[in-house]
Antibody
Framework: EVQVVESGGGLVQPGGSLRLSCAAS????????MDWVRQAPGKGLEWVGR??????????EYGASVKGRFTISRDDSKNSLYLQMNSLKTEDTAVYYC???????????WGQGILVTVSS | DIVMIQSPDSLAVSLGERATINCKSS????????????LAWYQQKSGQPPKLLIY???TRESGVPDRFSGSGSGTDFTLTISSLQAEDVAVYYC?????????FGQGTKVEIK
């Protein structure tokens, strides 16, 4: 059974840093693309970024609002995806979802999400 | 960036009736070399993560009821729920995965009339 589980969320001050983790299981992690998507309270979905698979040299892509501040990485030996968030702003407050693209060309397996609150 | 605009923002439909949601992209998401539209639809129920319903604009994800269908090509797409059920109350999003950033529409809230 495919599972993705996010961790590492919490409260952080503006300007601070936080690293989210996503533990994946039930599939060959290195073969698949992984996405981060966020949702601010009461708002819609915003694509944060993507890590391509080993065959595509783990290329990472980012949304405009996080480019230069957020970094996606992965450790295939641990079946884990990471989101390093630096220079956090209050507008980064959101539930962050990790999602796996397995058989479909779009994210099909989503975690339950983890809340990040940026506030003083 | 490709901008995705959904209409309407919300709609109320009677049980058993048809619900139609539109999604328009600011540029074509049709890849001519494979004739595929890089467009997906998601359903998000309250307090839950999104669920992939449709990809390639019209291919239903495994396990999705056949009352959900997608259509359209190029820049104009539609998600249709042919006979609305109580469990279909949710917010629906379109997303283009043609070119990064892979943008979402703003969402359409579907309720029971």
């Amino acid at each position: 059974e495919v599972q993705v589980v996010e961790s590492g969320g919490g409260l952080v001050q503006p300007g601070g840093s936080l690293r989210l983790s996503c533990a994946a299981s039930g599939f060959t992690f290195s073969d698949h693309y992984m996405d981060w998507v966020r949702q601010a309270p009461g708002k819609g979905l915003e694509w944060v970024g993507r890590s391509r698979n080993k065959a595509n040299n783990y290329l990472s892509e980012y949304g405009a609002s996080v480019k230069g501040r957020f970094t996606i990485s992965r450790d295939d030996s641990k079946n884990s995806l990471y989101l390093q968030m630096n220079s956090l702003k209050t507008e980064d407050t959101a539930v962050y979802y990790c999602a796996a693209r397995i058989a479909a060309p779009a994210p099909e397996y989503w975690g339950q999400g983890i809340l990040v609150t940026v506030s003083s | 960036d490709i901008v995705m605009i959904q209409s309407p923002d919300s709609l109320a439909v009677s049980l058993g009736e048809r619900a139609t949601i539109n999604c328009k992209s600011s540029q074509s998401v049709l890849y001519s070399s494979n004739n595929n539209n890089y467009l997906a639809w998601y359903q998000q129920k309250s307090g839950q993560p999104p669920k992939l319903l449709i990809y390639w604009a019209s291919t239903r994800e495994s396990g999705v009821p056949d009352r959900f269908s997608g259509s359209g090509s190029g820049t104009d797409f539609t998600l249709t729920i042919s006979s609305l059920q109580a469990e279909d109350v949710a917010v629906y999003y379109c997303q283009q995965y043609y070119i990064a950033p892979y943008t979402f529409g703003q969402g359409t809230k579907v309720e029971i009339k």
